[in-house]
């Protein structure tokens, strides 16, 4: 794992991803539909993921968004630990990171402006 690449394995065969900006457009996409369980945005990122490194490679995602998510179905269900690793990757690409950010920025609660109101002196 280093600079947004990982590779795992999915139905059998090792699979590189990378998270760079097509796959950040991608998995906000996916995302903005909604649904946002442990199991879709790990469905998500990984699909983001092939599907950037498809493009960059020069080649067409030969595997559909169904064919990732029937192939991650046992490591969601056994909590393998690629799947940490390829959030930690995520994370850790530049894309990734950016994103997270501004994600983070707009999580953050706006505090509220304190008002004094102006006593009237009436009870």
């Known amino acids: 794992m ?7 394995e999915l139905a059998g065969v090792r699979t590189p991803l990378t998270f760079g900006m097509l796959a950040v457009e991608e998995f906000g996409n996916r995302q903005a539909i909604g649904n946002t ?6 469905t998500d990122l990984v699909y983001s993921g092939y599907c ?15 064919d990732i998510a029937e ?15 390829v ?6 690409s530049k894309a990734g990171a950016e994103l997270l950010g501004v994600v983070k920025k707009k999580e953050e609660p706006v505090k509220p402006k304190r008002t004094l109101k102006k006593q009237t002196g009436t009870k």
């Open 2 to 8: 280093n600079n947004g690449r990982i590779t795992i």
């Open 37 to 42: 369980g442990w199991s879709k945005l790990i």
């Open 71 to 85: 192939s991650l179905d046992q490591l969601i269900i056994d909590k393998d630990t690629i799947l940490s690793d």
């Open 52 to 66: 950037n490194e498809e493009v960059v490679s020069g080649r067409n995602p030969a595997l559909t968004y169904r």
């Open 87 to 92: 959030f930690a990757c995520f994370e850790n």
